[in-house]
Structures are given as C-alpha cells and as structure tokens.
C-alpha cells in the first residue's frame, strides 16, 4: 500500500469575514501528483499556500506522515524543508548569484556541508541547462532560465513534496514547454511527490493522476486525472474545460 504523505481535513480558511477555502478534504500518496485546477479566485494557490504554511487557516487539521501539524511558525520552519515551494515570481535573491541561491538555504538552514550541496547543485543545474551560469547574477537571465533556478534551489533542500504554484503563467509560450519537459521528469523519473496549480490543460492532463475541481473555495471534483479530462462529473467542470479549448 503507498504511504500516505499529506492529509487534510475539514480544512477552513478566511480572509476577515470572508471565507475563502470550504471544508478542504484530501490526501496525497508518495510518488502522486495532485493537481488543482479551476478558475481564477476558486482559492486553488490559497490552498497551496496554507500546506506551507505561508496562510493561516481557522478550522481543520493539516497530518504530514500521519502527524497532525501544529500550526506554529517554528513548525512550519521544519516542515518547509520536506514542503519545498515554487513561485510564478521566482523569487530569487537578485544580490546572489545563481549557485549562491541555489546553496543558501541547504547550507544556512539545513547545516549540510558546503561542498557537497554545491556538487549536487552543480548535476542539478546541468540537468536544466543551466550549469554554464553559476555565476550569474537572476537579472541576467531570462524567465524561463531564473524558472529553472527556482525549481533547483527548491530541489537542493532534498524535500519530500513540492507545491508548483503556476510556475509558467508568466513565461512566454516557447519556455513554458522547458518548464513542464522538467516537471514532467520529476514525475516520471524521480517520482516526486507534488501539488501542482496551473492554467495549462494538455500539461495537466499529462502529469495530473488525481485532480481537484475548485470554485469559489469549494471542492466540486476530487477525481483521477484521466477520469476528470474524460468524463468530467460536474456540469461546471465540463465548462471550465470547454472555456480553457481542451
């Protein structure tokens, strides 16, 4: 039986008053890939957030290996280590260069010896193309190269689960398919285990093995990812699919 990494349940989220995630219920199984899809504003990267920690939420449990989370900043300091997270913005230090991104976290936060991050990082970045700037500085690339650093850098910290949160909705059209080949080989390679949101319907379709259906912060399909893209059960799901031309 697949271990189980990530569950939640009954999981509420605010913004004040205003309630943005639903009665949130899900887990995520070692080596799957958990894609969440659905309008803009359904709540799909709130809900990445929160499983970082990076949102709060009011009611419900987040269980990592079976462990309840206690939602505290020193916890989720640990877990981000296992939880690696990617941005649509990259969020690379622009003072660092490229290796100096990629080394900072392993070595500063982890306490692993320099020298053999930095070689890993190295066979990393060569598997992206991108060996030849370890000494660049992010203004001196493109999107689609700082893109590839962000996933390294995340990759570096050796984590459990990685959550890609519209990693190629800012790039233009010919470097999003470089992205998605990546994605793609850390799924059927390296079998990662990731939660992935994007607005790209052929490249969910392709790596997505299960699929949440959001709308406005509710669930409406929790469905595998053939199933969905072939016979949706919702009405709405069947528009949605409709209205992005897949």
């Known amino acids: 039986m697949t271990e189980e990494i990530l569950k939640v349940e009954h999981l509420d989220k605010f913004y004040d008053d205003r309630q943005v995630l639903h009665d949130i219920n899900f887990s995520l199984k070692k080596g799957e890939v958990l894609t969440l899809l659905g309008p803009s504003g359904s709540g ?30 020193k916890e989720w300091q640990m877990l981000r280590q296992k939880i690696g997270m990617v941005f649509q913005s990259y969020d690379l230090f622009p003072n660092l260069t490229v290796i100096e991104n990629v080394l900072l976290a392993p070595v500063k936060v982890q306490k692993r010896n320099e020298n053999e991050v930095k070689e890993e990082a190295i066979k990393l970045l060569k598997q992206v193309g991108l060996d030849q700037y370890l000494n660049a500085y992010p203004r001196e690339l493109s999107g689609g190269q700082k893109q590839r650093v962000a996933i390294v850098r995340a990759l570096a910290m050796r984590p459990e689960v990685m959550l890609l949160d519209e990693i190629t909705a800012s790039l233009d059209p010919e470097m ?28 969910a379709s392709r790596i997505a093995d299960e699929v949440l259906f959001l709308e406005n912060g509710h669930i409406l399909e929790d469905t595998p990812g053939k199933d969905f893209f072939d016979h949706p059960q919702t009405q709405r799901a069947k528009e949605f699919l409709d209205s992005m031309d897949y």
């Open 44 to 73: 799909k990267s709130t809900l990445l957030r929160t499983l970082n920690g990076l949102e709060d939420y009011k009611n419900g449990a987040i269980y990592f290996h079976g462990k309840k989370i206690n939602p505290s900043p």
């Open 176 to 203: 999003v398919r470089g992205i998605e080949e990546i994605v793609e080989r850390l799924s059927k390679r390296d079998h990662m285990t990731m939660i992935i949101v994007t607005h790209q319907m052929n490249f």
